[in-house]
């Protein structure tokens, strides 16, 4: 299989989704398959506003087209709904050629969060992007409930995957602060509801793990914290496995891939009862889910690491990659698009009213 593989969400970024997409290219390269990454590192791009680590791609549609040329795909995937998988997604409907997409990230909740932009508008973006799209890949059940309950039709599941080798239990020796250690990973972003961890009155040490927008703010306001930086490969599995406890404060993450990590380290999780922690932990023995973070971290505590080990076993990259093509084989055909989708399209207009409606 020829798969073209569509994300602004790549390398040097570290995040989830960055994390997916990257293990999922080289499990399906090592199946045989063929994956060309269409990514803002082939094109000229400029920094993302509030978070300049996303680059977004300029001008794209020529480079795109001749891509699509050069090497005529079996598949297509869209994982972002940035410039290039706007292009993309242009591309493909004007030349009838059936494409599926990913609801990786809440970007509705992330652009209220800073520019306070309501909700339901958002979401009329997001379910005029989507709408062709013969497959919406999603994380979790609880994700699938929410976007059909919101209108996004022809969901289906696609599981994540976890590096068991990288991420194991080991000596907690990368970390010397006083315990217990409650560590967090992740952007320093106020999407990530952060500061609901760092004022929890909890013993030992709070670390913070990753950068972001709110890092310096967060550094001078909360001193006691231990902020250690970007960490990256084996430098983070270390940390992870030298924790005590790790707190997950979000909530508006569709999956949360640092809950596996921390899971395959032997370390249970604390996280409020939303989407992603619901589906990754549930009522499995190997974290606490509760309204009141603080209470749920210093019970988590209890919890046996091997418990978490043993756990996240069952989450393997072999498994995600088979959803993933499964989803792919089934829409992957030569017809064209339907007409109601090209009935969306004609104008491929982007008219707010428009999209209200919808």
Not at 346 to 355: F, M, Q, S, V
């Given at each position: 299989m020829r798969l073209i593989l569509v994300t602004d969400a790549w390398h040097p970024q570290v995040n989830g989704v960055v994390r997916t997409l990257s293990n999922l290219r080289d499990y399906l390269t090592g199946l045989g398959d063929e994956v060309v990454m269409l990514t803002p590192e082939l094109f000229i791009s400029v920094p993302c506003p509030t978070y300049p680590e996303i680059r977004l791609s300029l001008l794209p549609a020529r480079k795109i087209r001749k891509i699509f040329n050069d090497t005529p795909p079996d598949a297509v995937h869209i994982a972002t709904e940035g410039p290039l998988g706007y292009a993309t997604r242009r591309y493909c409907l004007k030349n009838d050629i059936p494409f599926t997409t990913a609801f990786h990230t809440r970007f509705a909740e992330y652009v209220h969060a800073r520019i306070r932009l309501p909700l339901?508008?958002?979401?009329?973006?997001l379910k005029w992007f989507h709408r062709p799209s013969r497959t919406i890949m999603v994380a979790t059940p609880s994700l699938e409930t929410d976007l059909e309950s919101r209108g996004f039709r022809h969901i289906r599941r696609w599981t994540r995957g976890i590096d068991t080798t990288l991420f194991h239990p080991r000596e907690k020796a990368a970390l010397v602060y006083q315990r217990p250690i409650f560590l967090y990973v992740g952007r320093v972003a106020v999407e990530k509801n952060i500061e609901d961890f760092l004022t929890l009155d909890l013993p030992g040490t709070k670390v913070v793990v990753g950068d972001g927008p709110m890092r310096k703010e967060l550094e001078r306001k909360y001193p006691a914290v231990a902020f250690l930086g970007l960490k990256e490969g084996e430098e983070l599995a270390r940390v992870y496995a030298s924790a005590d406890v790790f707190v997950f404060p979000s909530r508006t993450d569709t999956f949360g891939l640092v809950l596996l990590e921390a899971l395959a380290s032997g370390v249970p999780v604390a996280a409020y009862p939303v989407t992603g922690p619901l589906d990754v932990i549930g009522d499995h023995p190997v974290g606490v889910l509760d309204e009141d973070l603080e209470s749920a971290a210093k019970k988590a505590l209890e919890i046996d690491p091997a418990a978490c080990r043993d756990y996240s076993m069952n989450y393997s990259w072999a498994t995600s990659a088979a959803q993933f093509k499964d989803n792919?084989?089934?829409?992957?055909s030569t017809e064209n698009a339907s007409a109601a989708v090209q009935s969306d399209e004609?104008?491929?207009?982007?008219?707010?009213?428009?999209?209200l409606k919808k």
């Open positions: 339901r508008w958002g979401y009329a973006g792919l084989v089934i829409f992957t004609k104008a491929g207009t982007l008219d707010p009213e428009y999209l």
